[in-house]
């Protein structure tokens, strides 16, 4: 079955650094989605990637998708303390039916002030 | 707040014992998801349910079943519960079960299982 591997699990930074979180997929992706999930929290959508080599920006978060649509990554410019949280992609088969969201084990970001 | 509640909030019982969790989507949402999640593990797809029909089957034990009603709200039966059951339940609805629909997570479900 569609695997998504996320790294790294864990990434502690200083407020003001930045911080990036990398997702592959062992099959080719329709799109991929990104959610946050706020200590204590629940997951949460950020955005939606669907093309490939497709770039987004929200404030200090930029999303990529990668050019043969199987990885995935998240880079936020110089980390807030309200950044903490972790970050999970989530991923769609390409395929006729394939529906099914398969998230990665996520990245837990910490943010020391 | 998604718009997705789930009941109860937290449930402490017994190994061998059997709870019912319960999720109600955003107004107007068809599908609803079920996911698991342990200590430190990212989240476990269970189950999915479109409009009352069975959809798509993930890693869900034999032990657990689900229903989706019609007015769309949808039970997570777990049975005969063991420790490692433990975990963080959460449902959550998406508009229809289109291949590009974001997914609304209700707060979640904390199961402990003593």
């Known amino acids: 079955g569609q695997q998504v591997m996320q790294i790294p699990q864990y990434q502690h930074v200083q407020e003001g650094e930045d911080f990036t979180t990398y997702c592959n997929s062992s099959?080719?992706?329709?799109?991929i989605q990104w959610y946050k999930q706020r200590p204590g929290g629940h997951p949460v959508f950020l955005i939606q990637?669907?093309?490939?080599?497709e770039v987004k920006k929200q404030k200090r978060l930029t999303f990529q998708f990668g050019e043969a649509k199987k990885n995935s990554s998240l880079h936020i410019t110089a980390t807030q303390t309200t950044d903490v949280g972790t970050y999970f992609c989530?991923?769609?088969?390409?395929?006729?039916?394939?529906?099914?969201?398969?998230f990665g084990k996520g990245t837990k970001l910490s943010v020391i002030p | 707040d998604s718009g997705v509640t789930q009941t109860p909030k937290h449930l402490i019982t017994a190994t061998g014992q059997r709870v019912t969790l319960r999720c109600s989507p955003r107004?107007?949402?068809?599908?609803v998801y079920w996911y698991q999640q342990s200590l430190d593990q990212g989240l476990q797809f269970l189950i999915q349910?479109?409009?009352?029909?069975?959809?798509a089957k993930g890693n869900i034990l034999e032990r657990f079943s689900a229903q989706q009603f019609p007015d769309l709200h949808s039970e997570l039966n777990l049975s005969s519960l063991e420790l490692g059951d433990s975990a963080l339940y959460f449902c959550?609805?998406?508009?229809?079960?289109?291949?590009?629909?974001?997914?609304?997570f209700g707060p979640g479900t904390r199961l402990t299982v003593l």
């Open positions: 349910y479109y409009n009352g029909e069975e959809r």
């Open positions: 989530a991923g769609r088969n390409s395929g006729a039916g394939s529906y099914q969201l398969t």
């Open positions: 099959t080719t992706l329709s799109n």
């Open positions: 959550a609805s998406s508009a229809r079960q289109g291949a590009f629909d974001t997914q609304y």
């Open positions: 990637l669907v093309k490939s080599g």
């Open positions: 107004s107007g949402d068809l599908s």
